[in-house]
């Protein structure tokens, strides 16, 4: 993998929109002469014409957007209040779930999940369970009282394949820059006070990171594989490992079977693979600034990540 540069940029709401007030008055005349180079301009600034910040989703508490080689994906993680089950009344929730839109590619269509968004919605839950990413207990505010709820969604905008390993990218910045505030409950009325004030960071425990391969004519390995190459493989095989170097999962849904040396070839590189990944991520130091991430390796990596706080 080649590292490019890192940038990261900070752009509040307000000083977008002046910016875009400025720009406005300054190019007015060149909206109409040059109407693309008027959006080039605006569009370097990080802003549109019309004040808005680009990729930010303003209801989220915290969200991330991954375009891994042609494959975009957004991850929106909204934090919620409700009381824990009866049966686990010391933990929280985690709800993800994987949204393949006819949007996204011919291939899919409108109407209820589809088999393939059902399994990326399972494959996700399994991570996060597997991996131990996020602890349900740290979830818990008050025993048998009031958890957190993280409803965690993830959308595809653009498909070329290799879904599982963008979404799990996404997953981990989205889940990397959420901010919860401080709850506590009133001993006299029973109920539950929230302190905007004080925010704490979530805790993530392990940082997985998935790497999948397609399998050609039952002996090549291929990283990153696009939809094409997907289609033509006779099998994929999806490995997920944590900065430990910690099997979490495979994923293996049918196909050429793999020997196993072929498999810790796999798992190998995907342990490689997690090392670059995870200098990436861990830049991802304040949850007020906006970064752009880019790598480059079978195919291009370029994350966005994102903060908003509760209100």
């Known amino acids: 993998f080649v590292l490019a540069d890192f940038f990261a940029f900070f752009f509040s709401p307000v ?3 002046l910016r875009s007030l400025h720009l406005n008055f300054s190019f007015y005349f060149s909206r109409t002469v040059e109407p693309l180079e008027y959006y080039r301009r605006f569009l370097k600034e990080n802003c549109r014409p019309d004040g808005r910040e680009l990729g930010s989703i303003t209801t989220a508490d915290g969200s991330a957007l991954v375009k891994l080689g042609n494959t975009t994906v957004i991850c929106g993680v909204k934090a919620e209040l409700a009381a824990p089950a009866v049966d686990s009344a010391n933990k929280g929730y985690i709800v993800p779930n994987v949204e393949l839109p006819s949007l996204c590619a011919e291939r899919f269509r409108s109407g209820p999940p589809g088999e393939e968004a059902q399994a990326a919605s399972q494959f996700i839950a399994d991570v996060i369970e597997n991996s131990q990413m996020i602890v349900k207990e740290d979830l818990c505010i008050a025993n048998g009282k009031l958890a957190w709820v993280l409803y965690c969604d993830i959308i595809c905008l653009d498909y070329d394949g290799n879904l599982l390993d963008a979404s799990v990218f996404a997953l981990l910045a989205a889940l990397k820059n959420v901010q919860l505030p401080l709850v506590t409950i009133n001993e006299e009325t ?3 006070e929230v302190n905007l004030k004080q925010k704490n960071p979530l805790i993530i425990r392990k940082h997985p990171v998935a790497t ?9 390995l ?25 099997l979490c999962s495979v994923h293996k849904p049918g196909g050429s079977p793999l020997t196993g040396a072929k498999l810790q070839d796999c798992i190998t590189r995907a342990i490689t693979r997690h090392k670059e990944v995870k200098k990436l991520i861990d830049k991802l130091s304040c949850p007020a600034e906006r970064k752009e991430i880019n790598m480059n390796g079978d195919q291009s990596l370029k994350v966005l990540f994102h903060s908003q706080h509760l209100h």
């Open 212 to 220: 999948s391969f397609a399998i050609f004519d039952d002996t090549l």
């Open 15 to 17: 000083s977008c929109l």
């Open 222 to 246: 291929i990283v990153d594989p696009t939809a094409e190459e997907e289609d033509l493989a006779t099998g994929t095989v999806t490995i997920v490992t944590d900065e430990e170097g910690r």
């Open 190 to 192: 029973g109920l539950s």
